[in-house]
């Protein structure tokens, strides 16, 4: 059974910084992508950031260029996500996903 358990979320103030981690388990996901995305309230699930199974393709959205960076462990099936210089704009949760499996998300609020 495939499972995918985020975690590393929080409440942080502005210029803050999280990091997000994704194990997955159940499989090997060395030959996939992996990716994050988010759901504010009120709004439709978006794109974040993916990254390739070798690590070289790597795509984040507008919103979080410059400030938030993926990578990935095939060693330990594990995606990261390091946020930098957060904004309230990022509140959300936050969900892991690779191929058609989703994990159950990790809440990031940003405020002061």
């Known amino acids: 059974q495939v499972q995918l358990v985020e975690s590393g979320g929080g409440l942080v103030q502005p210029g803050g910084s999280l990091r997000l981690v994704c194990v997955a388990s159940?499989?090997?996901?060395?030959?996939?992508?992996m990716g994050w995305f988010r759901q504010a309230p009120g709004k439709e699930r978006e794109f974040v950031a993916t990254?390739?199974?070798?690590?070289?393709?790597?795509d984040y959205a507008d919103s979080v260029k410059g400030r938030f960076t993926i990578s990935r462990d095939n060693a330990k099936n594990t995606v990261y996500l390091q946020m930098n210089n957060l904004k309230p704009e990022d509140t959300a949760v936050y969900y892991c996903?690779?191929?058609?499996?989703w994990g159950q998300g990790t809440q990031v609020t940003v405020s002061s």
């Open positions: 990254i390739g199974w070798s690590g070289r393709r790597i």
């Open positions: 996903n690779i191929y058609s499996y």
């Open positions: 159940g499989s090997t996901f060395s030959s996939y992508s």
